[in-house]
C-alpha cells in the first residue's frame, strides 16, 4: 500500500498537556499537506482550529479524555460544545469501571447520548483495550454496534499501552458491519500501520506517520 493512502486513513493527532496554539497549527498545516483523515486535537483548540483551516480539514477532538470517568452529563456537554465550536468527528472514552461492573445498559445508554449529541458528526469509542479482558472487548464490540456509533477504537494513547494486531483483528471479528474500527496508540511504522490496515482498521491515531514524512524530507 502506498505511503499516500496510508496517510488518508491517520488522524494526525496531539493530545500533550503541554499542546499550546503553535504546536497545534503545526499538525493542522502538516495534516493539510499530507491529507490525512483529520487532525484530532484538545477541545480547547477546536473552535481556533476550525477557523484556522477554513473547512479543508476535518477536526477530530477526544471526550472524557482520557479516563472516561466523568458523568453521562457532563460527556454530553462536551461534545456538544465541541460541535458548536466546530468539530467534525468526537472520540470518547467510556466509563471503563461500568463496563467491568457489568453496567452495559448504562454504558450502552451513554454512548448512544454522546451519539445524538454529535448531531450527525462521526462518533469514535475509546474502549480502552489494554484495561479489558477478551470478553469485556467482545462484549464492548457488542455495545458499541447496538448503541449505533460510527467507530470502535482501541486505546487513548495515554494508559499502559496502545493498540495491538490481536485487539484489531477481535474487533474487526465482533462489532457489526455498520462500525469501523481505529487502531490509537504506539504506531509507529508504516509496515506497522499497513498490517493494522490489513487486519480491519479503517483509521489510525497517530503523529508518528507524518513526522517520518518530514524527517525523510530533511534528509
Given at each position: 500500500m502506498e505511503r499516500k493512502e496510508i496517510l488518508k486513513k491517520v488522524d494526525h493527532t496531539l493530545l500533550a498537556q503541554s499542546a499550546g496554539w503553535e504546536?497545534?497549527?503545526?499538525?493542522?498545516?502538516?495534516?493539510?499537506?499530507?491529507?490525512?483523515?483529520?487532525a484530532c486535537i484538545p477541545a480547547a483548540y477546536v473552535k481556533q482550529a476550525a477557523e484556522y483551516v477554513k473547512?479543508?480539514?476535518?477536526?477530530?477532538?477526544?471526550?472524557?479524555f482520557p479516563n472516561g470517568y466523568s458523568t453521562t452529563a457532563g460527556k454530553v456537554y462536551e461534545t456538544q460544545d465541541?460541535?458548536?465550536?466546530?468539530?467534525?468527528?468526537?472520540?470518547?472514552?467510556?466509563?471503563?469501571?461500568?463496563?467491568?461492573e457489568g453496567r452495559y445498559k448504562e454504558?450502552?445508554?451513554e454512548i448512544r447520548k454522546v451519539h445524538e449529541a454529535c448531531?450527525?458528526?462521526?462518533?469514535?469509542?475509546?474502549?480502552?483495550?489494554?484495561?479489558?479482558s477478551e470478553?469485556?472487548?467482545?462484549?464492548?464490540?457488542?455495545?458499541?454496534?447496538?448503541?449505533?456509533a460510527e467507530y470502535i477504537k482501541t486505546s487513548t494513547g495515554f494508559s499502559t499501552a496502545g493498540a495491538t494486531f490481536e485487539d484489531v483483528a477481535l474487533m474487526r471479528k465482533y462489532t457489526g458491519k455498520n462500525v469501523k474500527v481505529k487502531a490509537a496508540g504506539g504506531i509507529a511504522s508504516f509496515s506497522d500501520a499497513e498490517k493494522f490496515i490489513e487486519?480491519?482498521?479503517?483509521?489510525l491515531g497517530t503523529s508518528r506517520l507524518v513526522k517520518i514524512m518530514k524527517q525523510e524530507e530533511v534528509r
Open positions: 504546536q497545534i497549527k503545526e499538525i493542522l498545516e502538516d495534516a493539510m499537506k499530507y491529507e490525512t483523515a483529520s473547512g479543508k480539514l476535518p477536526i477530530c477532538t477526544v471526550i472524557g465541541a460541535v458548536a465550536n466546530g468539530a467534525d468527528e468526537i472520540d470518547m472514552v467510556i466509563n471503563i469501571g461500568f463496563l467491568k454504558v450502552e445508554e448531531q450527525g458528526r462521526i462518533l469514535k469509542v475509546i474502549i480502552e483495550t489494554c484495561l479489558l470478553e469485556e472487548k467482545m462484549k464492548m464490540c457488542e455495545i458499541v454496534t447496538c448503541a449505533g487486519l480491519g482498521a479503517e483509521r
